[in-house]
T-cell receptor
């Protein structure tokens, strides 16, 4: 298993500002994933973050809005830029333990609940 | 395009009952399927992972089955307890090289004391 820590756990933000969410995994992982869960909805993958290369974004998500850093094998950040009320969501970090990307369970952090006023 | 559906959207049962949650997926060519639990406003807790070659997995009072040919999985909860109240999500991984999980909308389960 993996223990994934996220911070902040929640925040209330003003329109037009940006917020960076941090994610720490207790073991080295090849890939880390950022998901968004809008109110009352299921999870949607934003991007996949590899150490040492640019993140890969899913359709509908762009780097200018959601820049991601992955400086090492245990840490990643997601920034939500120029926020609007539509960005109010739970943002979840996830990873598969170990360096074998083809097997294993996906584990999630506790999520970061953002409310944009 | 893979789509995952969970029915019912919500379920309320008295404590002590055995219950089944359903998950269906449109493309039977999956790599694995994972069940999660989510408490309100929180992250996801992994419950069970079933590889495409397996038919079921068990953990405590939970048993998950997989029928790839029919595109269905069920999560069986035995002797339900109020602490089991949560939203249960299933998610499929399409193929070995795919890292993305496709999630269902979840079933919100309430166990009444």
């Amino acid at each position: 298993s993996a223990v994934i820590s996220q911070k902040p756990s929640r925040d209330i933000c003003q329109r037009g500002t940006s917020l960076t969410i941090q994610c720490q995994v207790d073991s080295q992982v090849t890939m880390m994933f950022w998901y968004r869960q809008q109110p009352g909805q299921s999870l949607t993958l934003i991007a996949t973050a590899n150490q040492g290369s640019e993140a890969t974004y899913e359709s509908g998500f762009v780097i200018d809005k959601f820049p991601i850093s992955r400086p090492n094998l245990t840490f990643s950040t997601l920034t939500v830029s120029n926020m609007s009320p539509e960005d109010s969501s739970i943002y979840l970090c996830s990873a598969r333990p170990g360096t074998d990307i083809n097997t294993g369970e996906l584990f999630f952090g506790e999520g970061s609940r953002l409310t944009v006023l | 395009k893979q789509e995952v559906t969970q029915i019912p959207a919500a379920l309320s049962v008295p404590e002590g009952e055995n219950l089944v949650l359903n998950c269906s997926f449109t493309d039977s060519a999956i790599y694995n399927l994972q069940w999660f639990r989510q408490d309100p406003g929180k992250g996801l807790t992994s419950l069970l992972l079933i590889q495409s070659s397996q038919r079921e997995q068990t953990s405590g009072r939970l048993n998950a089955s997989l029928d790839k040919s029919s595109g269905r999985s069920t999560l069986y909860i035995a002797a339900s307890q109020p602490g089991d109240s949560a939203t249960y999500l299933c998610a499929v991984r399409r193929f070995q090289g795919a890292q993305k999980l496709v999630f269902g909308q979840g079933t919100r389960l309430t166990i009444n004391p």
